[in-house]
């Protein structure tokens, strides 16, 4: 299970908007504190969902991009993919890999990619075989 995910930004109101428009509609609530912003998901949620906090970065550095990290959402629908991809998108984060199936996954997962303001990569995926199939 999940506990939580810490994302580094030095922008916060440009990473609050972007994350606000990616995990409210997967359920989370925001939060503000004074170190950053933490996004909570639903109470009634007991599948590993964990929290996001996004924050400054602690050591008082530049926040960077890890490279080679990502964190994926799991949604229910392909249709919420390409809703909270393009919700991304209009709050400020970068396309890096539009909605649709992948050769090299199962025949199920469909994912959509997102970087956000700093440039961290997002995924936001459905697998759910009663979706579809890739063609």
Do not use: W
Request: charged share 20%; hydrophobic share 40%.
């Amino acid at each position: 299970m999940l506990g939580y995910v810490t994302i580094g930004a030095d922008d916060l109101a440009g990473s609050e908007r972007f994350y606000a428009a990616v995990l409210a509609p997967l359920g989370y609530g925001k939060k503000a504190g004074p170190d950053g912003i933490a996004f909570e998901p639903p109470a009634d949620r007991l599948d590993g969902l964990g929290a996001v906090y996004v924050t400054k970065p602690y050591d008082g550095r530049k926040a960077t991009a890890g490279n080679g990290s990502m964190v994926a959402f799991r949604v229910d629908t392909q249709a919420l993919v390409r809703e909270i991809h393009a919700a991304g998108v209009e709050a400020g984060g970068a396309d890096e890999g539009a909605p649709g199936f992948r050769a090299q996954y199962s025949a199920h997962f469909y994912v959509a990619y997102l970087r956000d303001p700093v440039g961290n990569k997002i995924a936001i995926y459905c697998s759910n075989p009663a979706e579809g199939i890739r063609p």
